[in-house]
């Protein structure tokens, strides 16, 4: 008889409930309570994950009431939301997907799980696979951008880096995909808020990335708190139990939100919380999080007949499945058994300091007014976010919440002991006190250059950081104006550099910077990051993964939207446009300036005339015609040009990188199988369309900035 077997012939009804609960501890080291609940739930088996725990000690101490005074010694499986790192804090998803780089994903996941793991964790909820279209919504902070095929590629990485080739190894933890599926689409980018989205835009655009995790092996997956189209996630039988389990044949641990099988009620679908409970085991959920409605519902269910007792073990044995897979049962203390020497630590660092660096944007540099000059004597480091090495860490900093992290001011004056550094804030990032704008303006005089550093707060993005007007907040409008004004006047150049976790509306601030710096949040390492790219110890190679809007009101921008049957023509009045504002972004969906300057040209891409079972070698040749060596990252695009069904303008099928020295050419090869062309045809069932299609290569989306070429499906 295996284990589980054996386990499960003599579990009771209540310790098989306990084993679908998760429960929320304390979060530091200071003293494990268990919320709403005691230690002697653990003892007694009626409890049997844990989420929100930091730190060795505890996590084992926890598993010892588990393992050495629980009658059956199941041990427990203790999960945390490590996002973008674990103790040494990474740049926010949305600023690592810019990177553009397969195995820096990875890597990070990696790193982020072996720290994790040092802390006794088995398990993480991540990675967030939302593509999000509506910078007004603050989980994009957390997730991929606006991209489908690059959420995909970023959840094939991450599941790798977090879970490895064994799940049993100590340095691995359980990765979780979430949230399932399209959360990204609340409705005007408010939190928690309905979804409605059709069929087609969730199978092309939401569910791609949850496939590639599921194909990559992930171990768990979260459905998302919405309901999609009139039914909640948590209880989505087609999604959940027919697609998911049954297209996917996923059947790994699915674990709920946080409290989310209680808000059915809230939703209006459940009566009550047996109800709830019922609902959500018979879509799948696995585990309950915080809501405790499968420990206070199902027996009373199970009573009722309105769940099977098989239906509970389904469950059961899903999680105790799992728990093997991880080594817990063998050595339920491998993970967290030996600290992490520091050498380990500080190369860690150097990976954050190196992924930040890349994770930053330039979307301007007029005059090339960055790198700055070397002669440089003085420098203005103004603007609330200058000196705000705590915001730096972004949101969700788990366990890196006590961490130090470089500021800007810290970062600049380490690189640059030698210059007169002057810093002062302004203004505070919300306040309406402008009393600091003047003298934070006077300090421009004798400056060789000035560095304003503005944007949000770590905590304006994350979960339940919604914001109808993802601008500068409080007067750093003001501030942004009056030092640039000073500035200017006196020719010096202003260099901004915007801190958020979403692409901001920031028209005025883009036309009159000489030169603009997307830096997200960076993490641990920002300061020194952003020193390296500003003095040119490295070019800037970030993309932006979302389009920056030039209006609130363009919202949802992106690149890939399906074409009108009138599109915009400024010479005819009835055509598909805004009478105040253009319809392009800002900046384009993969935007971000280099040190040096590319050239494209001579795309070659063959066969001409291709079949399903082909692959398609594309070649483009670059010269850097620019000063200064830098990395281009090329991206490869497709469009149909007749379909049966409307296509996007654009579909992203590819990227790469080159680096060349200036004055060098070099080339860039790309390959795209042409079964990836294919479509979901008027009846969404996937089809291989013949007929011509554009393959498109450059810079960004940008559809000026595009070469192309036309082949043939056949
Ligand atoms: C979030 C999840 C997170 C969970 C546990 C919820 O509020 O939506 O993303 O994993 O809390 O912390």
Known sequence: MSRIDNLMARMTLAEKLGQLTMTASSYTVTGPVIAGDSTQSIIDGTIGNLLNMVGAGPVHEMQRLAVEKSRLRIPLLIGLDIIHGHRTLFPIPLAEAGVFDENLWERTAREAAREGTADGLAMTFAPMLDVSRDPRWGRTAEGPGEDSWLNARIAQAKVRGFQGNDLSSPEAMAACAKHFVAYGGVTAGREYAAVDISERNLREVYLPGFAAAVHAGVATLMPAFTDLNGVPMTAHI??????????????????????????????????????????????????DMMADAYRKGLPIALEQGRVTIEEIDASVRRVLRLKEQLGLFDDPYRRGATPEPAAVVARR?????????????????????????????????????????????????????????????????????????????????????????????????????????????????????????????????????????????????????????????????????????AAWFLGVEAGHAIADVVTGQVSPVGRTPMSWPR???QVPIFYGQRPSGRPMNPADYFTSKYQDVDNTPLYAFGHGLTYGRFSYDDLQVAPPRVREQDTLKISVSLRNVGAREAEETVFLFVRAKVSRVTRPLLELKGYAKLRLKPGEAGSVDLELRAAELRLLGPDLQPLFETGEVEILVGPSAEQTGLLRQTIELC
């Open 238 to 287: 087609p999604l959940l139990r027919d697609w998911l389990r049954g297209e996917m044949g996923f059947d790994g641990v699915i674990v709920s939100d946080y409290n989310a099988i209680a808000e059915l009620i809230k939703h209006g679908v459940a009566a009550d919380l047996v109800d709830a409970a019922v609902l959500a085991l018979k879509a799948g959920v696995d585990i």
């Open 349 to 517: 660092h150097a990976l954050a300091r190196d992924v930040a660096r890349r994770a930053v944007v330039m979307l301007k540099n007029e005059r090339d007014t960055l790198p700055l000059s070397a002669a440089a004597k003085a420098l203005c480091v103004i603007g609330p976010l200058a000196d705000a090495s705590t915001e730096m860490k972004g949101p969700w900093w788990g366990a890196g919440e006590h961490e130090p992290a470089i500021s800007v001011l810290a970062g600049l004056r380490a690189a640059l002991p030698q210059t007169d550094i002057r810093h002062a804030p302004g203004v505070a990032i919300e306040s309406d006190d402008e009393s600091g704008i003047e003298a934070a303006a006077r300090l421009c005089d004798g400056a060789d250059a000035v560095l304003l550093c503005l944007g949000e707060r770590a905590t304006m993005s994350g979960e339940a950081a919604s914001r109808a007007t993802p601008a500068l907040p409080g007067r750093q409008q003001a501030l942004a104006e009056a030092v640039m004004a000073r500035a200017h006047a006196l020719g010096i150049p202003v260099v901004a550099i915007l801190f958020s976790g979403r692409p901001l509306v920031v028209p005025w601030l883009s036309e009159h910077a000489d030169a603009l710096l």
């Open 551 to 553: 209006a609130v009101g």
